[in-house]
């Protein structure tokens, strides 16, 4: 199992980005995927999943700016951001997991050893 981020970078407030998962070793569309994300000085949050159903969660101050989905064909999950703000800033991961309580360092890295999280892309949000 392995995970690849790609497509953070800085953006200004307003702005747009859109982060790929590129997954190898298992197929994305019959696993649940997920986006979480550490602001400088936060803690972990999860950002949004998506089920093997198609079924789809985001937390509550993303709902209406972001918007989780996968491609079979490429194998890949994204993540496209619209109406970026300086409180996006932060380091997206994505994972082979759902949303649960619990989220931490030293639980990410255990799953990074496994393949289930990768190692992230960084997002600034500035003018």
């Known amino acids: 199992v392995h995970l690849v981020e790609s497509g953070g970078g800085s953006v200004q407030p307003g702005g747009s980005l859109r982060l790929s998962c590129a997954a190898s070793?298992?197929?994305?569309?019959?696993?649940?995927m997920s986006w979480a994300r550490q602001a400088p000085g936060k803690g972990l949050e999860w950002v949004a999943a998506?089920?093997?159903?198609?079924?789809?969660y985001y937390s509550d101050s993303m709902k209406d700016r972001f918007t989780i989905s996968r491609d079979g064909a490429l194998n890949t999950v994204y993540l496209q951001m619209n109406n970026l703000e300086r409180e996006d800033t932060a380091l997206y991961y994505c994972?082979?997991?759902?949303?649960?309580?619990?989220?931490?360092?030293?639980?990410?890295?255990?799953?990074?050893?496994?393949?289930?999280w990768g190692q992230g892309t960084q997002v600034t949000v500035s003018l």
């Open positions: 994972a082979v997991d759902v949303p649960h309580p619990g989220l931490g360092p030293n639980y990410i890295a255990s799953m990074q050893l496994n393949g289930f």
């Open positions: 998506i089920y093997i159903n198609g079924s789809t």
């Open positions: 070793g298992f197929t994305v569309t019959t696993h649940p």
